[in-house]
């Protein structure tokens, strides 16, 4: 099986391209998405965040409220760095069983997106990695159009490497500016030089 590593900063388009990809066939798994499993009420993963950062966290249903929980780890590295150490193993265990699990079944091409791929050093799991990237200006848009703050967005791009970087590090790059045929045409190209 190929398996590809899909990274990026963020609101620079990854689930967007991911979603090109599946159309034509490829699995994918969203690490994001995992996370949010592993914070439902009831998860370890929930108990252990609670007790390192504490029931204000909470909703009153017990929920996770990740604006709240965010707001500490954004503006902390150290907090960030705990919170990383609570879910990051356990989102690898699951992508990696995934993963394992399409090579039992012939899966020919997996996907797994990871926006801190290069970060976490997990590029050597992959056969090939993809970096989605588009212009500080477009990426400054997209996040104010979630309805985040300046500073929610400055600490945001902090906390992962530069797009520059990623872009370096990778086999290949989805520029993610202007109409989505665009970058439609370049995943269509990647593909086929992957399988070529």
């Known amino acids: 099986m190929l398996l590809l590593g899909l990274t990026g900063g963020i609101a620079m388009g990854k ?27 009831g998860q370890p993963a929930l108990a ?6 504490g029931t204000g966290i909470l909703d009153s249903r017990g929920n996770l409220r990740r604006d709240a929980l965010a707001g500490i780890v954004f503006a ?9 150490a609570i879910l990051h193993p356990r989102i690898a265990d699951f992508w990696q069983a995934q993963a394992a699990e399409w090579r039992r079944r012939g899966v020919r091409i997996g996907m797994i997106i990871i926006p801190l791929l290069f970060e976490i050093g997990a ?7 993809i970096c989605v990237a588009c212009s500080r200006a477009s990426q400054a848009t997209r996040m104010s159009l979630r309805g985040w703050t300046a ?14 970087r990623k872009i370096e590090l990778s086999d290949y790059v989805v520029w993610s500016e202007g109409v989505l045929e665009v970058a439609d045409a370049q995943v269509e190209r990647i ?3 992957l399988t070529a």
């Open 15 to 41: 689930t967007t391209v991911a979603a090109m990809f599946a159309r034509r066939g490829v699995m994918v798994i969203d690490t994001d998405a995992v996370a949010r499993l592993l914070v439902e009420p």
């Open 76 to 84: 902390d590295s150290s907090a960030r760095s705990k919170l990383e």
């Open 123 to 129: 590029e050597r799991h992959f056969e090939a990695t």
């Open 151 to 164: 500073e929610e967005c400055r600490q945001r791009i902090a906390a992962q490497w530069p797009a520059e």
């Open 191 to 193: 593909l086929m030089q």
């Open 48 to 53: 252990e965040i609670i007790a390192e950062f």
